[in-house]
């Protein structure tokens, strides 16, 4: 069976894991440290916050901008809900936007529905595929949970959930613009305690007579321990290999379903979505031949818990009975799309 999605951890990963494991350090330390450096470097970001998710990232980043009750966010109406789970817990409410050629946020969309109410725009960046909308007139938060690649907004947050193109079994990164936020959001995963203080203090919460653990901002637990920190920092050393071959994956799909009558291309390097007719003839088809294909998100605006209505939004209507994903991960071969396209070749 090709399965859809199979973690990878490079060998190197699993040793410096073993490393930290025989250190004082599990939680967080130095290799957390260490990682937002290096994430840092290769993302070519300054100021780089390691946390336990991709969802802790996009809450913080929310929380930086002031999100607060009744504001209004213009959101992707297809995406992980984690895009907006936070936003609900805020009290904001959510205005989906369209999705556009690549099934990314509509930019045309999100520009007509901006009002004096909207608080932020969040632009998801699917299997992938960078959407850049360019200058907006509000802050414009990045959801690049499937898109490990530079960011190309004031607040990138990224994944290392099991499945991504890195992993750290589960974890994320808020990359903010300047050292004043960044300061901040270090502050606030870890209660609003400042660690640099204590760290300075020799890990004592009270020293002579000064208390280096109080703080006047409440936070939360997000931070990421040095165990998941030593997996991110194997896949960074392995990230050009890993981006190189997914890749060539993608552009082995792309050759071999070129010109097929009733399916579309949409591609990316975390799966590969197209588009095709008869959606669920597909899928059975494959699944006989053993290859696995899974729909990953679904439209948001359906979900009860954020309104439970399917909005007037033609594009999503559109290709919402087409859009499917096809396995793209560290574990295939070129022969493995080879035999998943030709499978496709012979109809379904």
């Known amino acids: 069976m090709i399965v859809m999605f199979h973690p990878y951890v490079p060998r190197i990963a699993k040793t410096l894991v073993t490393l930290a494991l025989e250190t004082r350090w599990i939680g967080q330390g130095p290799e957390v440290d260490r990682f937002e450096r290096m994430f840092g470097k290769v993302m070519k970001t300054k100021h780089p916050v390691a946390v336990n998710s991709g969802t802790s990232a996009l809450w913080l980043a929310y929380h930086l901008l002031g999100i607060k009750p009744g504001d209004e966010v213009i959101v992707p109406v297809l995406t992980c809900t984690a895009t907006n789970i936070p936003l609900i817990h805020m009290g904001a409410k959510l205005i989906f936007a369209d999705v556009g050629d690549m099934l990314n946020p509509d930019k045309d969309d999100i520009l007509s529905k901006i009002t004096p109410k909207t608080k932020a725009i969040v632009n998801v960046h699917l299997y992938g595929n960078l959407n850049k909308l360019g200058k907006m007139p509000v802050p414009v938060i990045g959801d690049m949970a499937q898109c490990h690649t530079h960011p190309i907004e004031n607040y990138a947050c990224y994944s290392f959930q099991a499945i991504k193109q890195m992993t750290t079994g589960d974890g994320g990164m808020l990359c903010v613009k300047t050292k004043d936020e960044c300061q901040r959001a270090k502050k606030l995963r870890w209660f609003g305690i400042d660690r640099e203080k204590k760290k300075n203090a020799n890990w004592q919460s009270y020293k002579g007579r000064e208390v280096t653990m109080d703080f006047s901002e409440v936070g939360w637990k997000f931070q990421m321990t040095d165990i998941a920190a030593s997996l991110g920092i194997g896949a960074l050393y392995e990230y050009e290999n890993t981006m190189s071959h997914l890749k060539s994956l993608e552009q082995a799909y792309r050759l071999g379903l070129s ?90």
């Open 259 to 348: 010109n097929i009558d009733g399916l579309k291309i949409i591609g990316g390097t975390w799966s590969f979505p197209i588009l095709v007719e008869r959606r669920e003839d597909f899928c059975k088809q494959l699944y006989k031949k053993e290859i696995e294909t899974n729909v990953v998100q679904i439209r948001n605006d359906v979900v009860s818990a954020f309104g439970g209505k399917r909005q007037n939004l033609p594009n999503m209507n559109a290709i919402e009975d087409q859009y499917i994903s096809l396995p793209l991960h560290m574990h295939m071969t070129i022969e493995d799309v080879e035999y998943i396209c030709n499978t496709i070749q012979q109809g379904w």
